[in-house]
Structures are given as structure tokens and as C-alpha cells.
């Protein structure tokens, strides 16, 4: 059973950094495109950062050089470092792999940066 759980989250003051950890259990996730996605009230989700099998990563350009997606293979574990944390980064973010044409998400965890 694929499952994936999200912390790491809390609040932050402006410039500040916190790392979110998403646990995987039920697949390997170096075999998958892993990715972090992050949602407001009223409005849709927003891809924030993947991590390819390949390792490559990719993000949206308003975390680009803020926000590190990384994995741990051994832990199962796949990592967003964020940094120079904006008020606009408010968001629940979470955890997301595709496998065989489904969709998994984990619970989600809130990250809010207020003063």
C-alpha cells in the first residue's frame, strides 16, 4: 500500500527556512518521479518542485534558487528545503507520485510565514 507522510511544517517568520520530509512506504522512490506541491484556499495546487529518477530537478520559477528538492534513497525519504521564506509561500504542501497511471498524495502539512 503506497503511502506518503508529509512534515516538517509550521510557522516561519519572513527570510526564515524549514525543511519538509515526505516518508514513503509501499514503493521505492528512486524508481518515480517524486514531487512537492503546494495549495491555497480557493485555489488549485501548484507544482512547487520534482525530483526525477535521474535526479533531476525542476521548480516553479517562483522558488527557483529559494527551494532545494532532494531525496534520501536509503530513508525512502524525499526532502524540500525552503529558504528565504516569503509570506506567499503560505501554502499546505504536499507529497505526490504517480504509479501506473495513479495518483497518490500524502495529508499535506502547513507551512505559513507571518511576522
Known amino acids: 500500500q503506497v503511502q506518503l507522510v508529509e512534515s516538517g511544517g509550521g510557522l516561519v517568520q519572513p527570510g526564515g527556512s524549514l525543511r519538509l520530509s515526505c516518508v514513503s512506504s509501499?514503493?521505492?522512490?528512486?524508481?518515480?518521479?517524486m514531487s512537492w506541491y503546494r495549495q491555497t484556499p480557493g485555489n488549485e495546487r501548484e507544482l512547487v518542485a520534482l525530483i526525477t529518477a535521474a535526479e533531476t530537478t525542476n521548480y516553479v520559477d517562483s522558488v527557483r534558487g529559494r527551494f532545494t528538492i532532494s531525496r534520501d534513497n536509503a530513508q525512502n525519504t524525499v526532502y524540500l528545503q525552503m529558504r528565504t521564506l516569503k509570506p506567499e509561500d503560505t501554502a499546505v504542501y504536499s507529497c505526490?507520485?504517480?504509479?501506473?497511471?495513479?495518483?497518490?498524495w500524502g495529508q499535506g502539512t502547513q507551512v505559513t510565514v507571518s511576522s
Open positions: 505526490h507520485v504517480r504509479i501506473r497511471s495513479r495518483q497518490h
Open positions: 509501499g514503493f521505492t522512490i528512486e524508481n518515480y518521479v
